[in-house]
């Protein structure tokens, strides 16, 4: 069975299965979004208008047994920086997505009305049903409700109040293992797209399905034993390593002795209070009060990074307290209290709102007075500012950019208009040089630089070092490969250092597709992708000055190593070197 | 919970006496056993926020006041 493409027109509420064109037969997951995105959506059209389509895909293995492979690309052209755009998250929606043999779903179409589908997609067709009792409730419960009207064991995305706000800041929400809405396509107002199609959700039953096809088995299977081998063998990422024990928060103390923890909106790079709300100390409270470490988002994945965090009894559970989601909702607002900084999460995922970019937005509303820097209950009020879509919540869901203008804030930690994520460039410059020339806007998964800067995870290199452009183009050509495949990014932790581990990943993708791919092809292909992407955002009109930093980072000195962004514009400009 | 207290003058000694006293940090910490102190991949000795590998390695020079910290192999995003 070859993949298909499901085109969904929301203005005639049409629906059809078209064979997946020989041009896209080699893509998925992040090539395969980008490059429909880029072949289908004109880069200077409104992103929330008629001419923009958001388009879900599936990884090249994802719906396989290929390990830790169960990624869901979306892409579109972003309101959040007017550029191309793909997030990507963990779910099972992918997995089973993929085993109906579907290879993207393209959303288009504006409709008058503003009637909210549902689609509905299972091994017999797909249909389109009205929701609109689910419009203004938050996600949690329009979850539950839709899995227990629907099936349990659905696979489940839906957009939330934020994207009915058109809110530049919201995601597109996936189910987690337990079901919950804490598996995020966060990044670039996604949500929004989706919402001003009429869409909110989608709801995908895998039963009966035939499953993916894979072109030779015998390759494949070798592939995937190889990586498998890979993951649970290296420190970082085998069982009872750092992220299977302590999750991705395990970097919020050696971030914070790096002096590269973001703190009260990016002022300096450390406090002692930041330990409060480690990986450390979240898993012995999760010992303590209950929920659930580790966990996994989706099926097959060997690493376990997830978890479920709750309330102090045990109960209400919210899902993962991701390292980015504890920083951007903690230290980087002064607070230093894990329950509530998973209130906010709970908050996030309930309204369909990025964390890193709302954690952000409630910093810059704090240095512009609205509330005070640690002001918890004043954080939590804000969220309900946006629920309630009272005029302040409508400035805080369009994000820290838009924000920071209105509330008259001169530091503003953007890129492309998107908020930076939890390292401070100052302080480790690769990860920077990432932020400023990602077609993404500030991204840290774009090329995560962080590794060798200070991991020491395939290679090392001074974090302090302005020389970065050929270690953020490496990693950013890499990442694009990655999420593709539709492998977690994680899996990079042990292919980068074990040359097995990426031989496997290139096997599985050649077992599936019957490619003859080697590892030398990798470059390459990720090439493709980013320029790909770079082209829209050339068209959409991104000049080289886009791919900056914010000023007061060149120019007000972070503490404790007082540096500054001192990467020079040329090499910036060298990362790619192909806007004008 | 285990406490110490060992004088040092450079980071490499630092090690090489801490080693010494808690045996167990030596497959944790170490590729070869001592006297050569080449940490294993992934460890993490920083200086004041600094990765020592970036300063002067086993010989950076360790002052009054200074804290050095160990991470062991960490990844996340």
């Known amino acids: 069975m070859s993949r298909k493409i499901l085109r969904i027109d929301m203005e005639s509420e049409s629906l059809k299965f078209e064979d997946l064109p020989e041009d896209y037969k080699y893509l998925g997951g992040r090539g395969l979004t980008s490059q429909i995105v880029a072949d289908e959506v004109p880069p200077d059209c409104h992103p929330l208008g008629p001419n923009n389509k958001l388009v879900f895909a599936p990884g090249i293995v994802t719906g396989t047994s290929a390990p830790t492979s169960g990624r869901i690309s979306v892409g579109a052209k972003s309101p959040l920086t007017g550029g191309i755009k793909e997030a990507n998250a963990g779910t099972s929606f992918s997995q089973k997505l993929a085993r109906l043999g579907i290879g993207a779903i393209v959303v288009e179409g504006k409709p008058s009305g503003a009637m909210y589908k549902c689609l509905k997609l299972d091994k017999d067709g797909v249909q389109l049903v009205n929701v609109e009792d689910l419009s203004g409730i938050g996600l949690y419960d329009a979850f539950a409700e839709l899995r227990s009207e629907y099936g349990e064991g659905l696979g489940v995305c839906g957009a939330g109040i934020a994207a009915e706000l058109s809110g530049a800041n919201s995601g597109i929400a996936f189910n987690d293992t337990e079901g919950m809405p804490s598996r995020y396509a966060g990044r670039g107002g996604l949500g929004a797209v989706m919402a001003t199609r009429g869409l909110k959700f989608i709801l995908v039953d895998d039963e009966g399905a035939e499953g993916v096809e894979i072109e030779d088995e015998g390759v494949f299977e070798r592939g995937r034993k190889k990586l498998t081998d890979a993951l649970t063998e290296h420190d970082v990422t085998k069982p009872g390593g750092a992220l299977n024990s302590y999750g991705t928060s395990v970097l919020v103390n050696i971030i914070n002795e790096a002096g590269a923890l973001p703190q009260k909106n990016f002022s300096r790079g450390s406090d002692d209070r930041s330990a409060k709300v480690s990986g450390e100390k979240k898993s012995e409270e999760i010992k303590k009060r209950g929920g659930e470490r580790p966990h996994r988002c989706s099926p097959g994945c060997v690493i376990g990074c997830s978890e479920v965090w709750t309330r102090e009894d045990g109960g209400d559970p919210v899902g993962v307290l991701e390292y980015e989601s504890a920083w951007a909702l903690g230290p980087n607002c002064e607070i230093y209290d894990l329950d509530t900084i998973g209130e906010l999460n709970r908050q996030c995922n309930d309204l369909g709102m990025d964390t890193i970019e709302a954690g952000n937005t409630i910093a810059v509303a704090m240095e512009g007075g609205v509330k005070k820097f640690g002001d918890e209950d004043g954080a939590l009020e804000l969220m309900e500012e946006i629920r309630n879509g009272t005029p302040l919540g409508k400035i805080l869901v369009n994000g820290t950019e838009f924000a920071g203008k209105a509330f008259g804030v001169t530091r503003i930690p953007t890129v492309k208009g998107q908020a930076i994520p939890a390292y401070d460039p100052r302080a480790i410059k690769g990860i920077g040089t990432t932020y400023a020339t990602t077609p993404m806007g500030a991204d840290h998964t774009a090329g995560y630089a962080i590794a060798p800067e200070i991991m020491g995870v395939g290679g090392e290199e001074d974090p302090l070092s302005p020389e970065k452009a050929e270690l953020s183009r490496n990693l950013q050509y890499s990442t694009a490969v990655i999420d593709t495949t539709g492998h977690c990014l994680f899996t990079a932790f042990a292919v980068l250092d074990i040359p097995e581990g990426l031989e496997g990943m290139v096997e599985e993708v050649n077992g599936v597709l019957g490619t003859d791919l080697t590892v030398d092809d990798i470059p390459e292909i990720g090439k493709g992708v980013i320029e790909t992407e770079r082209e829209f955002n050339k068209k959409a009109g991104f000049t080289r000055q886009d791919d900056r930093l914010p000023e007061f980072m060149r120019e007000e000195e972070l503490p404790p190593h007082n540096d500054v962004f001192d990467v020079p514009e040329e090499e910036l400009d060298r990362v790619f070197g192909d806007l004008g | ?77």
């Not at chain 2, 070869?32 to 086993?58: C, D, H």
């Open chain 2, 1 to 77: 919970m285990s406490s110490t207290e060992v004088q040092a003058t450079t980071a490499g000694e630092l090690i090489r006496k801490l080693v010494s006293e808690f045996e167990e940090l030596e497959d944790l910490l170490l590729e070869e056993p001592p006297p050569e102190i080449e940490l294993k991949s992934g460890i993490t000795v920083m200086l004041n926020g600094r990765n020592i590998r970036f300063l002067e390695g086993n010989e950076t020079e360790l002052e009054e006041d200074d804290t050095v910290t160990v991470f062991p192999p960490i990844g996340g995003g």
